[in-house]
């Protein structure tokens, strides 16, 4: 349960404004991941990173930018986001990206955008 | 296009009751199949993993099936607390060559009631 953790939990923001999501697994795990949970739709991955790098990004609108300083640590950087912007965001970890290991979640960040 | 579809959107049991959510995916080629259980306002936890080769996997009082023949699983929720209340997430792994994918399903939100 607390292996990942996300903060802060619930924000609201404004469409010109600038704000981070912060997650951070306590698990040693090789891989991070981002993920979008709107109401009523399946969740969307938007991000994957694997040992700090990269590997997978979904299309994702450039005012998402994701950051990963180490194996530990991920952000998700905000700017200019849209009222369709506002919905859960999961951050989540496994032992690594490429096999069948299990995914640990977050809690989420409630984010919404006026 | 992989989808998975779930069944029912939502359901409403008493509890002590048992009940059967149901999972139909068209992800090809197929690699594993996960069901999570997220709890209002937590990130998702996986309940069972099936690969290709494994029919029926139980974690106490929940039953996963599959059937990869027709691209079908179940999950069989047995003499229900108040505490199964929950969205279930059923989540497809594709094994084909390229990118890491996931599909997922919308969910099906139970409902127990005393």
């Known amino acids: 349960e607390t292996g990942v953790t996300q903060t802060p939990r619930h924000l609201v923001m404004g469409m010109t404004n600038k704000k981070s999501l912060k997650c951070e697994q306590h698990?040693?795990?090789?891989?991070m991941y981002w993920y979008k949970q709107s109401a009523k739709k399946p969740l969307e991955l938007m991000f994957v990173y694997s040992l700090e790098e990269r590997v997978e990004n979904n299309s994702v609108p450039s005012r998402f930018s994701p950051e990963c300083p180490n194996s530990s640590h991920l952000f998700l950087h905000l700017h200019t986001l849209q009222p369709e912007d506002s919905a859960l965001y999961l951050c989540a970890s496994s032992q690594d990206w490429e096999n069948s290991y299990e995914q640990y979640f977050g809690p989420g960040t409630r984010l919404t955008v006026t | 296009k992989n989808q998975v579809e779930q069944s029912p959107q939502s359901l409403i049991i008493l509890e002590g009751k048992n009940c059967t959510l149901q999972c139909n995916y068209t992800v090809s080629p197929f690699s594993n199949l996960r069901w999570y259980k997220q709890d209002t306002g937590r990130g998702p936890v996986s309940l069972t993993i099936?690969?290709?080769?494994?029919n029926t996997k139980s974690n106490g009082r929940y039953t996963a099936t599959l059937d990869a023949d027709t691209k079908q699983s179940s999950l069989h929720i047995t003499a229900s607390q108040l505490s199964d209340s929950a969205s279930y997430i059923c989540v497809v792994k594709y094994s084909g060559a390229g990118s890491y994918q996931l599909t997922f399903g919308k969910g099906t939100k139970l409902s127990v009631i005393p």
């Open positions: 698990l040693g795990h090789n891989a």
């Open positions: 099936m690969t290709f080769s494994e």
